[in-house]
């Protein structure tokens, strides 16, 4: 017994010995990431690598896809305008309502029921009036559109129409919320642009605030396009500025630090975004921290994380359109270090889930008319390869106003052009593809597009028909509207 008790005394005493080296070296390294991105987001040296502040006019369009990403994104912007006399609208698209883990946390339902998910919007609701409260704005400056939580990639790819409507968490295809701005509002994209004309034709913005089109969640980059998409259509004339919420490993550190500076993530420096530091001082940051604790819900389970945003400066970002070019010749994607005719810059090597070789991993798109075809093209960062799937998709806007989408599925080399509503381009023919290295094109007779203004698209990489790289979306206008005459 003796010899059994000692053989357990030394097998717990060795058991915490690795329980002890493994906090240590698990330790040592969270400190040393932690003291490492305090460094990064305290060195004031970086500040001058940026653009400088931006001239804000007197009438300011918010548009969060959530309650909280207002304030995370520009709760001192809204403290400081606001205090100069200036009008704001706050327009938030979704009431943040299909959170389930927020849902377990706050409702505590036995079993999760739609109409949980419908309590847990409203409590969002009244969080964002009382944030809001704190930085100036009173409750007839926010407009609720009620749209799902978590659809709006799907209204803007799939749920376009009116008679294909999202079926959200909350047992809905339309909004349940007797407050929403469109109180019969359809959970589909052409209902969602409408109701974003609506508001910038009745508040006449100088100024509009959206999420940066190369954000992670998928809310937040489709409504980016689903802003910028309006914006185009119509031709608005405001000042457009973008922010950042979800990336990698940003903003770093999580950590509730005043002193330091929130710059953008390093795969973010060279996409064409002209990053500004918008600067706010101590009076401003304090009121965003409080308006950031009346986010009870969401303080709850991701406290850190929403500490993080405040900071001495917030970030927007700025970019202009690109102009394609329109030649008599077949262009030769082989040429050249650089993509020829390149209309989209990429960030590289920014997920970890994408594979080593690179070759899901997009560094660019191009864009040319040559002759009687337009040719699409992709580079990627590693060889472009069989076992990976590549779509390119263009909405192409015309003068009356009308658009046309094109969706073109590249699987084995071979491609196929998908029609997914009534505006799609329906092709009659086969579409040859070309590949070359890191590159992949293909192209299409001009009889099928026409003569757009505009085109807005994006390429998209995935792998045994899961995701797994996309592009930001872009405009791209032909070259006799710009610079590129």
């Not at 946390?105 to 969080?127: S, T, V």
């Amino acid at each position: 017994m003796g010899r059994n008790f000692n053989f357990a005394k030394k097998k717990h005493f060795m058991t915490g010995l690795v329980i002890i080296a493994f906090v240590l070296f698990y330790g040592m390294g969270f400190f040393a990431y932690f003291y490492t991105n305090i460094g990064y987001a305290i060195d004031r040296s970086r500040d001058k690598l940026y653009a400088g502040s931006i001239d804000i006019g007197d009438r300011i369009l918010i548009i969060a896809p959530h309650p909280d990403d207002e304030n995370v994104g520009m709760g001192g912007l809204i403290y400081n305008e606001t205090r100069l006399g200036k009008k704001i609208k706050v327009v938030v698209v979704t009431n943040g309502d299909g959170f389930k883990r927020a849902v377990k946390n706050n409702i505590k339902p036995k079993n999760i029921e739609p109409e949980d998910y419908i309590k847990l919007g409203l409590m969002r609701q009244k969080e964002t009036i009382s944030a809001m409260r704190q930085l100036g704005l009173s409750k007839d400056d926010i407009i609720f559109l009620g749209y799902a939580d978590g659809s709006i990639r799907d209204l803007w790819e799939e749920n376009w129409d009116y008679d294909n409507p999202h079926m959200s968490r909350n047992g809905n295809t339309k909004t349940p919320y007797d407050n929403s701005f469109d109180k019969n509002a359809i959970y589909c994209g052409k209902n969602l642009v409408k109701n974003l004309r609506q508001i910038i034709d009745d508040f006449k913005p100088t100024d509009i605030f959206y999420p940066d089109p190369d954000d992670m969640h998928p809310d937040h980059w489709a409504v980016s396009n689903f802003v910028k998409f309006t914006v185009e259509l119509y031709d608005y004339k405001a000042h457009m500025y973008s922010y950042l919420v979800h990336h990698y490993q940003w903003p770093e550190p999580w950590a509730l630090l005043p002193a330091a500076a929130l710059y953008p993530p390093l795969s973010l420096q060279n996409v064409g975004t002209r990053w500004h530091i918008y600067r706010i001082n101590p009076e401003a940051e304090k009121a965003k921290e409080k308006a950031v604790r009346e986010y009870r819900t969401q303080f709850k389970i991701m406290g850190t994380f929403l500490d993080a945003f405040v900071r001495r400066n917030e970030l927007f970002g700025t970019y202009e359109n690109k102009y394609y070019k329109k030649t008599g010749e077949v262009p030769d994607f082989k040429k050249g270090r650089e993509l020829p005719y390149k209309v989209v810059t990429a960030s590289i090597m920014d997920n970890p889930l994408l594979r080593v070789e690179g070759n899901d991993d997009i560094k660019a798109v191009g864009l040319v008319q040559g002759g009687d075809k337009y040719f699409f093209a992709i580079e990627t960062r590693g060889n472009v390869e069989k076992n990976t799937d590549y779509t390119l998709n263009a909405i192409f806007i015309y003068k009356n106003r009308d658009i046309r989408r094109l969706k073109v599925f590249i699987r084995n080399f071979k491609a196929t052009s998908i029609s997914e509503n009534d505006e799609s381009i329906a092709l009659k023919q086969q579409i040859p593809v070309s590949v070359y290295k890191k590159r992949i094109w293909f192209s299409i007779p001009k009889d099928y597009i026409g003569d757009p203004q505009k085109v807005f698209l994006n390429a998209i990489t995935s792998t045994a028909g899961r995701y797994a790289d996309k592009t930001a979306w872009r405009v791209v206008k032909p070259e006799s509207q710009g610079e590129g005459k």
